[in-house]
């Protein structure tokens, strides 16, 4: 069952990863935006940062949607999706009102407050279903399966779960 559960969770975050990074990847000025709002990095570094990530949330979630160094990318997934959970608080407890700039758009926004509690829980939940791909990262149909074939005690694990 869980390797059902890892498959759901790899196209589930893969496929939020491949959205967010492809609605940023044509418009990097506007990501450069989005990370300088937060006012945590320098401002060098905030452009850095807000050039780099689009193509990193791409190719996560392409290697995410492909099975590929599910492991790997499960991990970089939750670690990002713990540094979006602290920026996002870190602007609420400051009383800055942007956009989260998750899936396009950053900058001020008036109802910030009010979407801040389900960003933090979107994350989360996300963060959540990276984390159960760095413990179980063998899932179906990935192509994991066929660059590191499955040990024996691979074999029993599925067979346990059976």
């Known amino acids: 069952m869980s390797r059902w559960l890892g ?18 990847v044509g418009d990097p000025a506007t990501s450069v ?3 300088r709002a937060y006012q ?18 791409v190719v996560l979630g392409a290697c995410l949607l492909l099975g590929l160094l599910t492991r ?11 540094a979006f959970v602290i920026g996002i608080v870190s602007v609420w407890s400051r009383g800055i ?14 109802d910030a407050f009010s979407k801040y509690p389900w960003e933090i829980a979107r994350d989360v939940g996300l963060f959540a279903l990276s984390a ?14 066929l660059l590191f074939p499955p040990t024996s005690q691979d074999q029993d694990l599925v067979e346990a779960e059976s």
Do not use: H, N
Request: glycine share 14%.
């Open 132 to 145: 159960f791909l760095v413990w179980r990262p063998r899932t179906p149909y990935a192509v994991d399966g």
């Open 40 to 57: 945590l990095l320098p401002y060098d570094v905030a452009e850095t940062v807000g050039r780099v990530l689009p193509m990193l949330e």
């Open 72 to 82: 790997f990318a499960g991990g970089l997934s939750a670690l990002l999706q713990v």
């Open 7 to 24: 498959l759901a969770a790899r196209l589930l975050v893969g496929g939020v990863w491949l959205y967010a990074g492809l609605l940023k």
């Open 33 to 35: 935006t989005a990370v």
């Open 97 to 110: 009102e942007i956009s989260c700039g998750c899936f396009g758009s950053g900058g001020p926004d008036p």
